[in-house]
């Protein structure tokens, strides 16, 4: 193997454990991604190459899964992932306010990362909590019922973690 990229033997260890669970390699690829995404942080051509390799698919398959989910990305996010979903419900409820909060407090639109490295935003599809709209997740944490001044006392306290 060529690659330059290498799952750390922890990973290499829960990569081994996915192939006795999955009937095929082609069925494991989708958790072998987010072992990646986990490992290198993003899912760039060499980390995708690497998934390739392991689990002896085609890259362009592999390639073509990752790029349908936007869950998976090819670049390296913010210490902060804020995904802020823009759908029907929480556009009633009032996202646009939220989103112009984001502008306010970090100068973001949506897919930009901060300059320092510390926040990315990202406006995304249904979250599956309508019925507590508008909402927000941060790392994959859900945020519920927002309101422009909490969600900007949650931007401002992910600000002084940084
Ligand atoms: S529309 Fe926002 S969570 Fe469903």
């Not at 390799?53 to 804020?82: D, W």
């Amino acid at each position: 193997m060529s690659n330059e990229r290498k799952f750390s033997p922890e990973t290499e260890a829960q990569f081994q454990k996915l192939l006795t669970r999955y009937p095929t390699r082609l069925a494991a690829l989708i958790p072998t991604l987010w072992l990646g995404q986990e490992e290198f942080g993003h899912l760039d051509r060499t980390a995708l190459a690497y998934v390739a390799e392991r689990l002896e698919l085609p890259m362009s398959q592999v390639v073509n899964t990752c790029t349908f989910y936007t869950m998976f990305t090819p670049v390296a996010r913010g210490k902060f992932h804020i995904e802020l979903c823009t759908n029907v419900a929480c556009w009633l409820r009032g996202c646009r306010e939220i989103q112009q909060v984001v502008e306010d407090e970090l100068g973001l639109k949506h897919k930009q990362t901060s300059a320092d490295g510390m926040f990315t935003y990202e406006e995304v599809e249904c979250l599956a909590a309508c019925d507590k709209a508008p909402m927000c997740q941060v790392n994959g944490a859900d945020t519920y019922n927002l309101t422009p001044e909490s969600f900007r006392e949650l931007i401002r306290g992910l600000k002084s973690k940084g």
